[in-house]
């Protein structure tokens, strides 16, 4: 392994583990505080990355980075007011299962309006380029926009909760939400912007997230799985731990994905020769790469194995 | 005391009546029901309803929200598969109609092995694991294609073997009776299972699991052995799957597969033993009649599921059962009328929605093939403003008038309930 192909990885799996942590964050903050899965969460980024489409061929990109979280949060918020409260009573379950027929719809509504192929929405020009060359290797302005928005949010994020008036309301209507009603806080509302915030975050990072991959309609369902993924390995409702699993899940597939080696390989180093007829051989030739996308599933059941809990997770149960 | 056990007596032979209706009805659907296609649809509907009773172990049963069911009756199915090619090969030897004990016991072990990581923890927890691991089988589903068949799939015969008394399992109708008998045997084996003592904790562990703690069970251990039971059902009906035809793809392993069987288990009604019963009824023609009828049929899905979870969390079986209670007490026929209203207001709503998004999607899919599309029989022009104002019409009229009448509806009901209870109390206290 030398050193360039370390540095570019290393970088380019940094950006794509705050990326997950964009979506994660706001899927770990509605848990957190409603004890919601939120399980259409994926689906608002789709939704963000198409709305930025839609709004930046009018007025540029710039406008819609602006504009989308804040018709996403509008989404979110209704959803919350019009469906989510109204199944509440009944318990966690059917509260999974609206946010479960929302991702459905969503993607059907967008599939509607938007096409089912993917859509051209590419970088804007001051996103275009290299950001800086490193061993002959470009690493791209967009990624490096989405590691600095990713951690401006963390840090808001942080700021928001610790250190505000409606931070400290939101973290006691967590815990004792008859108390901070009777105190004369408007607890639903306060679930209502909670809703909406996370699923900003969520259309934010489908801003930035959409043109940087690609736009289409399986974008939510690809990365739904590996959201929560990240959730569980970090440990439910942790914003630190989801920060340490994205990047951990990030850097992860992010190797993987450039390694060429396999059981084989290794063995043939050794001077082992395998062949067709070995036993188990459609096991040892699979390169780690081609293992890649499960990986981290693979570091889901190994967590619930050995530390259930997760890795910054505070209750087991 | 003697009321009590003339009223057991009386729910026994209500038992035994409705249990020779389920088998009479599983013997006489494909007379009654003798197109080919009819034929498939019961077929699958044979496999669907283990399927979704089994996924209603953990949903209804256990309170377990699984994403990831489609993994045990899916490797099952492909399970069930390689054994019927080895014998076919004859390097093994199984007659077909104990293959899908093959596809159950591939179950079993598959719940045993994953299940075992899985049922650690409950609630919300456990269904982003069940994704998880579905995930993780899928995705390996495309790392081996040496057991999976890539992407076209494995093939096979269901023909092998000698035929005794005659019955080859060629013709689909032999192959409907085999899986009408699995049917009949496993919904029997399953409601069973719901009167042992696992079953009855199981629900005390979906209940109030922290109780179940006190009194001494392990809520691990029960969630696990109950998804090994649900494992082994799914797993059955994953091999009656692969015989019914005959080939196995990736995607029954997929995280869709899992969806659908969660969302119709739940339409059908989680709530009631028969609830998934109706579900795989509701997802076979789903699947085959409402998807050749649109193209919006998934959106229709994701909408009706939705006012499912708000309105009516039981299900299907709880709005029937619900109205059973007022044929009952003989009050339905206060409510007959506004059940009318209801309908006549709803289906013009309906038919102006449903205009709405039909033009929508052709206009969106299909517009190459022209301005019209056929709508129920009508030619609706989706360049004319006119045809979108009629609907747009129609579906605020009829939504509109469909509230108001809601309105007393809900009054009126909420009534005769009132009514209800209190009858069920005098007669308590009496």
Redesign the interface.
Known sequence: MNMEFFTISLLNGLSYGLLLFMLSAGLTLIFSMMGVLNFAHTSFYMVGAYFAYSISQVVGFWWALLIAPMLVFAMGAAFERFCLRRVHKFGHVPELLITFGLSYLLLELVQLVWGRSAVQYPLPSGLQGAFFTIYGTDFPKSRAFIMLLAMLMLLSIWLLITRTRIGLVIQAALTHPETVQSLGHNVPRVFMLVFGGGAALAGLAGVIGGNTFITEPSMAGSIGAIIFVVVVVGGMGSLSGAFLASLLIGLLQTFAIALDHSAMSVLAQMGVAVGPATFGYPLLKLTIAQVAPILPYLLLVMMLIFRPKGLLGTREG | MNALVINLKKRNTGRWTLWGAYALLLLAAPLLLSSSLSLTMLSQAGFLVIICLSYNIL?GQG?M?SFGHAVYSGLGAFMSIHAMNLASKGTLYIPLPLIPLVGGLAGLVFAILFGY?TT??????F???T??????VF??S???P??FGGEGGITTNRTYGTTFFGISFGPQIQVYYLIAVYCFVCTAAMFAFTRTPLGRILNAVRDNPERVEFIGYDTQRVRYYAFIVAGFFAGIGGGLAAINSEIVTAEVVS?LRS?SF??FT?LGGATFFFGPIIGAGLLVLALVWLSELTM?W??Y???I??FM??FA?GGVASLIMMNLRLVQFGRLKELAWLYLGLSVTAIIGLLGAFAALEM??HL??KSALGAELEFLGMALNTQSLMTWLYAGLLGIIGFSLFELLRRRFALQWGVIQNDIENQIKQRESS
Do not use: C, N, R
């Open positions: 949903l309170g929200l990581v650690k923890k409950a609630g919300t927890t269904a982003m694991i994704l998880g691991v579905g995930e993780l995705a390996m495309l790392m081996f040496e057991f995280g969806g969660l969302l739940f919006a998934l959106l899905v994701g909408l599921f939705m979870v708000m969390p929508l999607y969106q899919l």
